[in-house]
C-alpha cells in the first residue's frame, strides 16, 4: 500500500463536482509503465494546484493523482536505459493530467520521460527546482540562443515571485543581465532583490490594455502571465529584442498587434516545458547545474508533507504563494 492525493469524479461524469483526498492505494492500481518508481518528493506547480481544487479542468481521466514533477528512485524497470537503484527526475509530459502523477509515494511511468537526476542536486533540491525551474532555464536557453545579451538592456520577469519568475532571476543574473521584476507582491522587494533583481515593478502597470507600441525598454522577456502582461511586454520590448512567453497566470488570451513584430522585429518564442525533446530537457539541467547556486534554492523553496499538498494548492489560487513548493511524499 502507499499514499496518494487522488482526485475523482463520484459517478464518473466529467462535469459533476470532483473530489480531492489522500488515499491508501495497491501497487496494482498504478498505470502502466516500465519503470516503477519509489518517489522521495514532488512539488506543488500551478497546474497541480488548478488540478487539485478544480479550477480548470487539467486532469484528463479519472481517479486521478495529480503531481507534474517527481524525483526518486527505481524499484523496476523492464527497460535498458533504467536499472533499479537508479535515481530519476520526472517533468511533464502529461504526468499529473492524463497519467498519474508525483504527489503519491510510487508512481510508474515510461522510461523515455525520465531523466538521471544530476549530480549537481539532492533530489530535494531538484524538486526545489522541478518543471518552474526547468521552465525557466528553457526560457533563458530561448533568449540567449536568439541571440539576447547582457549589453543589449534589462530583461524583464514577469510574475516574478512565482517559481518560474524566481529562478529565472537568478539564472539572468548569473549570466550578467540585469533584471527587472514585475510582480503583484511589491512587499516581496527584498526577496526579489536577494534573487537578483534591480528593478521592482508594479504588475498593474502592465494588467490593463496598452497602447500598441510603446517605450522600448526591454532586451528581452521571461513571461509567465499571458493576456495584456504580455502584450504590454511586447510592445515594450527593444528592436530585435525577443520574449519567451510560458505561462498564462493572468489569461490565456494575447491582446497584441502585430506592429512590434513587424516594426521592431520583436520575436515571440514559444516554451513548452511539457512535450519538450529529452535532448532540450538535458540542455535546460545543464544550465541549471551550472548557473543556478543551490545555496539559493534554500531562499526560494519550502518543504510540505503530502497530507498539506491540498491545502496548500488553495493558496496558490489566492496568491498566497511565493517561490517553491517541495512536497515530501514520506512525511
Known sequence: MFSAVVIDKPGGDPKGPQTVELQQLDEGALPEGDVTIDVAYSTLNFK??????????????????????????????????????????????????????????KARLKSEWLIPLPSAFSPAQAMAIGTAGYTAALCVDALVDWGVTPEQGEVLVTGATGGVGSVAIILLKKLGFSVAALTGKTSEEAYLKDLGAETIIDRAEFSEKGRPLQKERWAGVVDTAGSHTLANACAQTRYGGAVAACGLAQGFDLPVTVMPFILR???????????????K??????????????????????????????????????????????????A
Open 48 to 105: 497541480d494546484a488548478l488540478a487539485i481544487t478544480g479550477s480548470s479542468p487539467i486532469a484528463k481521466k479519472y481517479p486521478m493523482v495529480p503531481g507534474i514533477d517527481l524525483v526518486g528512485t527505481v524499484s523496476e524497470s523492464s527497460g535498458t536505459e533504467f536499472k533499479a537503484g537508479d535515481t530519476v527526475v520526472l517533468n511533464g509530459w502529461g504526468v499529473g493530467e492524463g497519467h498519474w502523477g508525483g504527489l503519491a509515494q
Open 281 to 330: 530537457r538535458l540542455k535546460a539541467w545543464d544550465r541549471l547545474a551550472k548557473d543556478l547556486d543551490p545555496a539559493k534554492l534554500d531562499s526560494i523553496a519550502q518543504t510540505i508533507g503530502l497530507g498539506d499538498a491540498i491545502e496548500t494548492s488553495k493558496k496558490f489560487m489566492s496568491g498566497e504563494v511565493k517561490g517553491r513548493y517541495i512536497v515530501d511524499v514520506n
Open 265 to 279: 522585429g520583436v520575436s515571440l518564442l514559444g516554451i513548452d516545458s511539457v512535450n519538450a525533446p529529452k535532448a
